[in-house]
């Protein structure tokens, strides 16, 4: 039952992974290829479309990861566990005081309502994303080790 809810986790946080490593690397590039409106119009629609998901994933990850971490609980592996989930709560963290805030903005941009400085607010809320996703990175590396 262990091995099931070790690999189960893994493939969720890593998943979680995935999709915001293509929203740095994929979509955020795409994005801002198009042009101004449609560039914006698109940053907005994926803010309200991922920000509906992923608050669920990231506390899904959290709970999974706690769970592995007591289940395991003295097996080879949990410091690796329990250092995956502090950094996954930093995630959730970051999320809530840095990244939501410009998202929960940007959602309800139009071009007709936009601010001066939304370009800019797009941009920090890219830094900052760049920041959590390495985090995560670094969390799902943790959990990959912990199974070998």
């Known amino acids: ?4 809810l070790e690999v189960f986790t ?4 890593g998943l979680m992974v995935g999709v915001e490593f293509s ?8 994005l ?3 042009p101004e409106d449609s560039r914006q119009l698109g940053h907005a629609h994926g ?3 991922l920000g509906a998901v992923m608050p669920v994933w990231y506390i ?17 592996g949990t ?3 329990v250092t995956a989930v502090g950094l996954l ?4 963290v970051m999320s809530v005081l840095l990244l939501v805030p410009i998202n929960n903005r940007n959602k309800t941009w139009t071009p007709e309502n936009r601010p001066a400085d939304w370009k800019q607010q797009l941009h920090r809320w890219e830094r900052y994303h760049y920041a959590r996703v390495a985090v995560i990175i670094a969390a799902f590396t943790l959990l990959v080790a912990a199974l070998v």
Request: net charge positive; hydrophobic share 65%; glycine share 10%.
């Open 23 to 30: 929203v740095v690397f994929v979509m955020n590039r795409i």
């Open 60 to 76: 899904g990850s959290v709970v999974l990861v706690a769970v592995w971490a007591v289940a395991g609980w003295g097996h080879p």
């Open 1 to 4: 039952m262990l091995n099931a």
């Open 32 to 34: 801002d290829a198009l």
């Open 79 to 81: 410091g690796l566990i």
């Open 89 to 92: 709560i930093v995630s959730v």
């Open 10 to 13: 893994t493939v969720a946080v």
């Open 47 to 49: 803010g309200r479309m």
